[in-house]
């Protein structure tokens, strides 16, 4: 079966990140055969005074299968976040089942949309975990960061939030490739621009220094856009990958 699986606020300003934290884990349950797992996706949530958090206010999200043992990875999750999270971080765990359907499934996904553009609370977020029987948890601190762990699972279900841990490097920035080759190399399901097109796979698109991919549709994708009034792509920049 396969499940979602979101931790957030494990970190301080002199440790590495939540994403850094994620991956460990994901290695650590991996060699135990607790399951395999994917790439991690970063979720942006909503920047306010009143929202305690240590850099972004981002969660980590990553979708396990062939997890025969939810209870497992739950288990190892609490005791590596109780002894991983960093001093003054306040770390929560959410572990939801990919078979959340109908109205649960919607409200999990509107719940991620909520934290994006305004203050929620714990009460709020183990009220709705707790309708929807799925699993979420504190480890520490405040436990304020089962927030965003229950939203950071709802933005990853919901397919069009999300930008995908790690930096790929193809060559000089303005360098010409074909938008297929491009998406191969760098593992994204295709180049599209900011209006939801695919480009074709022989569309030449200009490289940047480091490329990122996003999450749209639910697949690992990359944007571009035109580069001046011939019509050339680009792809995006990474100041102007922030609002994914």
């Given at each position: 079966m396969r499940y979602y699986l979101c931790i957030d606020d494990t970190?301080?300003?002199?440790?590495?990140?939540t994403g850094w934290l994620t991956e460990r884990a994901c290695h650590g349950m991996k060699a135990l055969g607790l399951g395999e797992f994917s790439a991690i996706s970063r979720h942006q949530l909503f920047v306010h005074e009143d929202v305690p958090y240590t850099s972004h206010n981002s969660s980590m999200c990553v979708e396990i299968t062939e997890c025969s043992e939810p209870d497992a990875i739950i288990r190892y999750m609490r005791v590596f976040l109780e002894q991983n999270g960093a001093?003054?971080?306040?770390?929560?765990?959410c572990?939801?089942?990919?078979?959340?359907?109908?109205?649960?499934?919607?409200?999990?996904?509107?719940?991620?949309?909520e934290a994006k553009r305004t203050v929620l609370n714990k009460g709020l977020a183990y009220g709705l975990a707790g309708e929807l029987s799925v699993h979420l948890s504190e480890h520490g601190g405040t436990g304020d960061g089962v927030i965003g762990?229950?939203?950071?699972?709802?933005?990853?279900?919901?397919?069009?939030?999300?930008?995908y841990r790690g930096w790929m490097h193809l060559g000089p920035e303005g360098t010409a490739m074909p938008a297929g080759e491009i998406a191969r190399l760098c593992g994204a399901d295709h180049?599209?621009?900011?209006?939801?097109?695919d480009l074709a796979e022989d569309t030449p698109v200009l490289l940047q220094e480091r490329?990122?991919?996003?999450?749209?549709?639910s697949l690992p994708v990359l944007m571009a856009r035109p580069d001046g009034p011939d019509g050339t792509m680009r792809l995006l920049h990474k100041s102007e990958l922030k609002i994914y």
């Open positions: 970190d301080n300003l002199e440790t590495k990140g001093p003054g971080s306040d770390p929560g765990l572990m939801v089942p990919e078979t959340l359907s109908g109205e649960a499934r919607e409200r999990l996904i509107s719940f991620g949309a762990a229950l939203a950071g699972v709802g933005l990853r279900m919901g397919g069009e939030d999300g930008r180049v599209q621009d900011e209006a939801d097109h490329i990122k991919l996003v999450r749209r549709h």
